[in-house]
């Protein structure tokens, strides 16, 4: 399932970072896909098109990633604190998403 909707995965991930994204090499990447995954899990008929709710979960996913990111590069060059990091994403390697995505159906 998750396969089948890879092109879909990377077209929000896309827009969303206005870029290229690719598949070997971009953290953007690895959150969208588990992002799509927690959007498979939580989905409920009622909350309307699926599309626009996992879009949506990528999107928020990808705007929290963003946020500490830059929070982190401001602590490095000295001119922030450094922020709580309570991400609620799992860190994953290529090969457990490679998995995971073999065994959501």
Do not use: W
């Not at 995965?9 to 870029?19: A, V």
């Not at 971009?26 to 896909?33: P, T, V």
């Amino acid at each position: 399932f998750i396969e089948k909707h890879i092109p879909f995965i990377i077209s929000c991930i896309s827009k969303f970072t206005g870029r290229y994204v690719s598949i070997e090499n971009d953290d953007e990447y690895s959150i969208g896909m588990i992002a799509f995954v927690e959007a498979i899990e939580k989905y409920k008929e009622e909350k309307g098109d699926f599309y626009a709710f996992s879009r949506l979960v990528i999107e928020s996913r990808l705007k929290n990633f963003s946020n500490i990111t830059f929070r982190i590069i401001r602590y490095i060059s000295g001119r922030g604190k450094l922020p709580r990091l309570n991400m609620r994403l799992p860190l994953m390697n290529s090969m457990e998403l490679i998995t995971l995505s073999h065994t959501v159906v």
